[in-house]
């Protein structure tokens, strides 16, 4: 059990550690609010890590290969992005600099980690590997405690991160001049385009 323990903290590591959606709005977000903000859009993305975590261990990933599913979800997804990359350029160009646009930053950032992670069909391909790597660590069928243990330990990874990329987003904002924000901006816009348009590809 350590040793399914142990490997799922490495893979929620790696996992999370990845540059991608989440973390284009926890930048953008942290870097016009602070800590809070870029905190909320990490904690509202596991909630999108856990429904696809619990679909890839439980095998629904079955109902996700049907184009009446996967198309629309991935439609929404790629709307989503898009919305964000927009918002992520007009900050570029106009970076929200005060305590109207902080607020406004906290407003729905839970919300927004949420849907962002909830609408990225992406991430059943992940944890379709990942029940494979699974089984490869048990040599067989997972048991339910065995992926109940590695839900515990990939979560667990998962809440690690989330303090540890809002301390530091929240540290470039801070020590960090107003030209590296609005270049930081500017990229997350274009990441999040780039991305709504990946997921349109995939169709």
């Known amino acids: 059990m350590l040793a399914i323990f142990l490997a799922a903290l490495l893979f929620g590591f790696a996992f999370n550690v990845s540059p991608g959606a989440v973390f284009s709005e926890t930048l953008r977000r942290g870097l016009t609010g602070g800590f ?6 990490q904690l509202g993305s596991l909630i999108g890590d856990a429904v696809w975590a619990l679909v890839g261990l439980t095998g629904l990933a079955l109902l996700l290969a049907h184009d009446q599913v996967r198309v629309p979800l991935t439609l929404a997804c790629a709307a989503y992005l898009a919305w964000l990359g927009i918002q992520g350029l007009r900050d570029a160009w106009r970076p929200p600099l005060g305590e109207a646009e902080a607020t406004a930053a906290n407003g729905n950032a839970f919300a927004s980690g949420a849907a962002i992670s909830l609408s990225n069909p992406k991430n059943i391909v992940y944890w379709g590997a990942l029940g494979s790597a699974l089984a490869g660590i048990v040599e067989g069928a997972p048991s339910q405690a065995q992926s109940l243990v590695f839900f515990a330990g990939f979560m667990l990874s998962s809440l690690i991160w ?15 001049s107003l030209f590296w924000h609005r270049v930081s901006y500017a990229g997350c816009g274009v990441l999040l385009l780039g991305l709504a348009g990946l997921a349109l590809r995939g169709i």
Not at 36 to 41: D, E, G, H
Not at 166 to 172: H, K, N
């Open 36 to 41: 809070r903000p870029a905190l909320l859009v």
């Open 162 to 176: 989330c303090f540890l990329c809002a301390g530091l987003v929240d540290w470039l904002r801070r020590n960090t």
